[in-house]
């Protein structure tokens, strides 16, 4: 081996083992940073008060924000789990929520997303690998089954990394999906928010196992 060849592989060893290791870690921190920014739009509200009442720098007021709007959940959460402030909820969401324009399509949403509807994928889950081309062809996806229909046919859900409640919806032939009943749905979407780094392990084949 020349010397510039041994230059040249000594580069690229070192760039992709940089690669290797930065990678992940800028995936984790460009997902945080989504989430923080995502969270401080939500509660920009609060933090304004915050602010303007005590004078606080943003980043303190943010967090003081959000610790309210958690303590106000947990409040509001046990408020209703009792057997008044459940009725009076249900009076409430029947008589005057329910005739918002789009509010029960956005609670179900929530619902489905939250995993508190009884038929929700992400709390019931059903873990598959799906050969959308055909399993002629070698490509597979990550996918939940929502839905199975009368004629044999299943609908799953892809959802796309980093952000795991986008995605996209297939209908497809039951043949080509690939049950993984042994997977639970919060060790996929780890795959799916490191943008399917541990798949390998998630997948094993019977060739890899043996």
Known sequence: MTANRRVWFFIRKSLLGGLTILLPISIIVFFFRWIYQTVTEMIAPFTSV?????????FVADWLAFL?????????????AT??????WQQ????????????????????????????????????????????????????????????????????????????????????????????????MMKTVVSCGAGTAALFKTDKQEG
């Open 68 to 80: 309210a709007v958690l303590v106000l959940c947990f409040l509001v959460g046990t408020l209703v």
């Open 92 to 187: 409430w969401e029947e008589n005057v929520m329910s005739r918002l324009p789009g509010y029960v399509t956005v609670r179900e949403v929530i619902a489905q997303l939250m995993g508190n509807s009884s038929d929700s994928p992400f709390s019931r889950g059903e873990v598959a690998r799906v050969w959308l081309y055909g399993r002629q062809v070698d490509v597979s996806v990550t996918a939940l089954v929502t839905s199975r229909h009368a004629d044999g046919h299943v609908t799953v859900f892809v959802p796309t990394g980093p952000n795991p409640t986008s995605g996209f919806i297939y209908h497809v032939e039951e043949s080509l999906v690939e049950l993984h009943p042994e997977i639970g749905v919060e060790s």
């Open 50 to 58: 915050f602010i303007s009442a005590f004078g606080l720098p943003k």
């Open 83 to 88: 057997r008044l402030g459940s009725w009076l």
